[in-house]
């Protein structure tokens, strides 16, 4: 009963978000999109890994995003965030290469490794594959039928030990749960030595341990390689993120965590102030 | 043909008659290709795809006959079109694949029968590939199985890890364009020889029946390729053996079909039982 409280509570909160979103946008005469941005503030970095000038990408005749300029700095952590159907995730797929777009998406390197843990780690869950099997696929030329090099295994324990997921080699990759399979997955994706890491929504589907195991791992490696991560969690993005880009539809700001973390930029990008978020959150 | 000859000397121990001997290296090479490629329809949830391809050979044959032209190329270049076809529409437009399958599937179907109806000379040879027939294969065709084995054992040693990975990482989607083309060619291939074996109403089971045991069996994605080809070749040879007893007297691809779905739900049971043990057991012992 507790737990059903809960929950029907965080999707009160999270439904009263989006109406006093939709209720905002709907006063102004523009739709979804925060037009007039006076204190509008975007900072760049020397040293970018990517550069995004005047990008759009629209669905037909919808702009899902327009006007995008933004900087990602290079071996740091940058968080996106912003509401509901902002447009993050759509983001992250352009500079991964996924959507067609217009305006330019430059990389620092030609052509940069790029890791990508998506959202919603769906596949098929019965299929017969242990984690280790996972790990090799496209690492080595020998097919997964045959044989698997005694090197690749050893190298695959590394990389499982680095995300502490040692103990599930043997384990079907089906059986995981929602953050083991994420701290797979991104074993796998660190195995490629990537120059730019993405991550959508990492904390979306995980408990609390596995979001703070993930947040750790991630930590160490900061300096090593540039990570995207796309957030809703605006704590952990100051908490975790050196480079905040604040989205809706376009870039509302985007700058070093204690210039963006005020109540201005956050009205702007969400629709609505901090005060208001804690008074219904108090309300609910 | 001298090269084929040891192994019709393994047959022979099987089989006195040649054509029988011709029949079993048949199924045998025809295994070869059909479970592999097998795991990975039934991994990549393709499994209507190889029926899409079966059904438009009639629209292959059809042509072939009207203009005269060699049957089997004509039929084999038509379906490995629709193969690519079908990856193509389904890449590139806003439709489910099973909605693109189930229209380029029933618009080769019509193009077909639309042909046939209009001459019907065509009508000649269409029983074979709806039936399908393994006991009359020359050694032309049995050379063709062996390219076709060949060919598959090459696939899955090249391009295996990459299709199999895709299926669990949507991430690596982007870098499989070409692989999925080439699997998409490859099975029709598979398809229209196997048509040939099976005919167009059980080429699909062929190809998933063997895979789908292998999938309840096998407990990595190792031992899911090597029970999936262990269940095909002995579902085919044992189907072979059992629809040429005089009591028995049945259609072989049909019993060999027959025989593998059977070892599906086999396998299926099977597992069931040695759960529902384990469960006792565990629960016994707390």
Known sequence: MGSLIKVVLIYGLELSEYFSFRLKCQRNDEPMLNKNTPEIYVDSYEDNAVVIKDMGVSYGSFDILRDVTATIPEKKQTVIIGPNGAGKSTLVLAILGAVPHT??????????????????????????????????????????????????????????????????????????????????????????????????????GVDVYGEQLLSEILDTFKREFTIVMVSHDLKSAKNHGDWIICLNRTVVSAGPPEKIFRTEVITKAFGLDLDSLEADAGYA | MEFLE????????????????????????????????????????????????????????????????????????FGVFIGLLIIYVVRHSNLASDTVIGLIFSGGVAFGLALVSRYPQAQGRINRYFLGDILTVNDNEIILLFVLAIVSIIFFVLLYNRLMLSCVSPANYLKTVLPE?????????????????????????????????????????RWMFWITLLVSVFSGQLGLLAACQPEVNTTPGATVVFIAIVIFGLSVLGKRIVASLSKKELIHNQ
């Open chain 1, 103 to 204: 305006g330019s998406i430059e990389f620092f390197k030609t052509s940069p490794v790029l890791g990508y843990i998506p959202q919603r780690l769906d596949f098929d869950r019965h299929l017969p594959l242990t984690v280790a099997e996972f790990m090799s696929l496209g690492r080595t030329r020998w097919p997964v039928w045959l044989r698997c090099p005694k090197k690749l295994v050893q190298k695959n324990m590394e990389y499982l030990e680095l995300v502490k997921a040692q103990n599930l080699a043997k384990r079907p990759l089906g059986s995981l749960s929602g953050g083991e399979t994420q701290r797979v997955f991104l074993a796998r994706a660190l195995m490629d030595d990537p120059d730019l890491l993405v991550l959508d929504e990492p904390a979306a």
């Open chain 2, 181 to 221: 083309y080439l699997f998409g060619g490859f099975l029709a291939f598979v398809v229209v020889i196997a048509v040939q074996v099976v005919g167009v109403l059980l080429v699909t089971a062929l190809l998933i029946a063997p895979a789908a045991a292998g999938r309840v069996l096998a407990p990595t994605g």
């Open chain 2, 6 to 77: 040891p192994f019709y000397n393994i047959t022979g121990l099987l089989y006195e008659e040649s054509f029988m001997q011709r029949a079993s290296l048949a199924l045998l090479l025809l295994s070869i290709a059909a479970s592999g490629t097998g795991v990975l329809v039934v991994s990549r949830r393709m499994a209507f795809f190889p029926d899409a391809v079966g059904h438009t050979i009639f629209g292959g044959l059809a042509l072939a006959l009207i203009f005269g032209l060699q049957v089997d190329l004509v039929v084999l270049f």
